[in-house]
């Protein structure tokens, strides 16, 4: 006996199976909480010989996911908009395959299945595409911190009509509204850059794409729809930096679209690049074996590399695990959170192990996979083997961060406290080293006088003033800042060798201080690593505070790198 499968089905094999082994990690609906403009469009998708899928009657928009692999990854995403005339699809041509393409080099790409115009209901049509891409750029951002990519990083790409929404979407955006009960609604919309290939620009008649004028806004629109449409004219100086391509020969969408958008960008100020081919005609995706038009992809690459877009993340380890201070699992929190929403960092989180569990000598993380190390731990000493792979690791360069009480550990590791600086408690006494503070006078004194290390009065809210103001950590920061309620750490003992002081806080008797300035922020170096010690954090609260975040976000990316590209703020 023969099984015949019906012919439908022999059809969803042929489409299953055609998608060159691509793996699609996770496909997202845009609306979860309901479509707005729905329809009762059944979807259809059809093979097109060597061009792949392509998809029609689009009734539930979504977002198609393609993680870049984590060793690859730049932080940096696009969402693409595949192009057909507001018809149809090129669901492979111009959207998966460019997908994987985007990943090769570290970008995460999400091809966006919009609602097409054409099959949409005349109240709905002119809406629904731009709606569906600007909820995607808001949804790739709501999961930044979850997938580690730069929220400031979040591009568009489209092609041809698909180049016609990337170009409405990077006219037509808002930056969010933070109040909104619905929580996508608080995400900005506006992409950071925008990759138009042979777009459909203007609803122009003279050298617009009249198909998708007529999906988009009908044979006889309202004049102000033709305009609000017409993107060469919405262009402002918060229009994303853009590259075009487009080939001369294009008899489907003429040149003239790019170059009117383009010139509105110089118009405007915002940084442009435009690349028309002398040949490639329309929709030639990678123009494989087309002549020079080819070399667009490696253009656009390298237009990426420029922009910044493709710089890779620092990697990022905070060590907890044990510490005299009950917060600690929420400060890692907090401050994972902070390098996260900054976008420029990838974190990891390694617990040692308890007291109880007594097996801290197992404790053997791998410190060289990692740019910089940030201490949130104060606990038991580490086995030997792991103390030298800390020091060998900052010796050769590695970055090192130590956060309040972290200063505290370790008082019997010479390495650690040279690294450090200054240390405080845990038996700490002149054998360790001076008490380093600025006098009134603004003299920094070293006070070799006995005594035990590490002290603090009652905890309130207190001025920081920098005594480095051309530090890269410091540098356009306020001179003074009152602080959050925090512990003001005061009798600091500890080498203090190749530190730098930036900033101190004057400890009042008033408030069980030493009536010295005590130093709060300190820049170090142990062999080739650079070290940034903040002494503050005791609190939910003192961590939350901008002072700490914004000196602790530069710290950590100076230990990592020597430099800080982060803007001192909001104060
Ligand atoms: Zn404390």
């Known amino acids: 006996m023969t099984i015949k499968f019906p012919a439908f089905f022999i059809f969803c094999i042929l489409v299953m199976t055609s998608s060159s082994g691509l793996t699609q990690d996770l496909v997202l609906p845009l609306y979860p909480e309901g479509i707005p403009c729905a329809s009762q469009l059944k979807e259809e998708i059809f093979e097109v010989r060597n061009t792949g899928r392509r998809v029609q009657k689009v009734q539930h928009p979504e977002l198609a996911v393609y993680r870049a692999p984590a060793n690859l990854a730049t932080g940096a995403s696009v969402v693409i908009c595949p192009g057909g005339g507001y018809t149809v699809l090129a669901w492979d041509w111009e959207g998966t395959w460019m997908a994987e393409w985007f990943n090769s080099f570290g970008v995460d790409a999400f091809v966006l299945k919009y609602r097409l115009p054409r099959w949409e209901s005349e109240d709905c049509r002119s809406n629904v595409a731009l709606m569906d891409a600007q909820r995607a750029v808001r949804l790739v951002r709501s999961k930044a911190q979850e997938w580690q990519i730069d929220p400031n990083r979040v591009g568009v790409m489209g092609f041809s009509a698909g180049g016609h929404l990337a170009s409405t979407l990077s006219t037509h955006f808002d930056a969010g509204k933070p109040n909104d009960p619905n929580e996508m609604a608080r995400y900005s919309c506006r992409p950071d850059f925008s990759i138009l290939m042979y777009p459909v620009i203007s609803m122009d008649t003279t050298f617009g794409h009249t198909g998708s004028r007529r999906n988009l806004i009908g044979e006889n629109p309202d004049p102000e729809l033709e305009i609000f449409f017409s993107n060469e004219k919405q262009v402002t100086q918060e229009t994303p930096p853009t590259i075009l391509i487009h080939a001369s020969d294009d008899g489907g969408v003429l040149p003239e679209n790019s170059i009117v958008y383009y010139q509105a960008l110089l118009r405007n100020e915002v940084p442009a690049a435009l690349h028309i081919y002398e040949s490639g005609g329309h929709g030639f995706s990678f123009a494989e074996g087309k002549g020079s038009v080819e070399q667009w992809a490696e253009t656009v690459k390298i237009w990426m590399e420029n922009q910044g877009l493709l710089n890779t993340k620092i990697k990022v380890l905070i060590v907890e695990g044990q510490n005299n201070h009950k917060n600690w699992m929420e400060t890692t929190q907090i401050m994972q959170e902070q390098l996260l929403s900054s976008g420029l960092f990838a974190v990891d989180v390694i617990r040692t192990p308890t007291k109880e569990e007594n097996k801290i000598g197992k404790f053997s993380p791998d410190f060289s996979r990692y740019d910089v190390v940030v201490s949130n731990y104060n606990g038991e000493l580490w086995s030997e083997q792991t103390r030298k792979n800390f020091e060998d690791f900052v010796r050769a360069g590695g970055g090192f961060v130590s956060v309040h009480a972290a200063n505290n550990a370790f008082a019997q590791w010479p390495a650690y406290n040279e690294m450090i600086g200054l240390g405080g408690w845990e038996g700490r006494t002149e054998k360790d080293g001076p008490y380093v503070y600025y006098n009134k006078e603004g003299e920094l004194i070293r006070d070799e006088s006995p005594g035990p290390g590490g002290h603090h009065g009652r905890q309130h809210a207190f001025t920081i003033e920098l005594r480095d103001t051309s530090h890269p950590i410091t540098a356009g920061l306020p001179k003074k800042w ?51 010690h903040t002494t503050l954090g005791h609190l939910n609260e003192s961590q939350e505070h901008i002072g700490f975040k914004t000196t602790f976000l530069r710290g950590v990316e100076w230990a990592a790198t020597g430099k800080v590209t982060q803007e001192a703020g909001e104060w």
Do not use: C, W
């Open 482 to 532: 009152l602080h959050a309620k925090d512990e003001l750490y005061d009798q600091l003992r500890g080498p203090a060798l190749n530190m730098n002081v930036l900033a101190t806080a004057y400890s009042d008797p008033e408030t069980g201080g030493t009536d010295r300035h005590e130093p709060m922020l300190m820049t170090l170096h142990y062999g080739l690593g650079r070290i940034f």
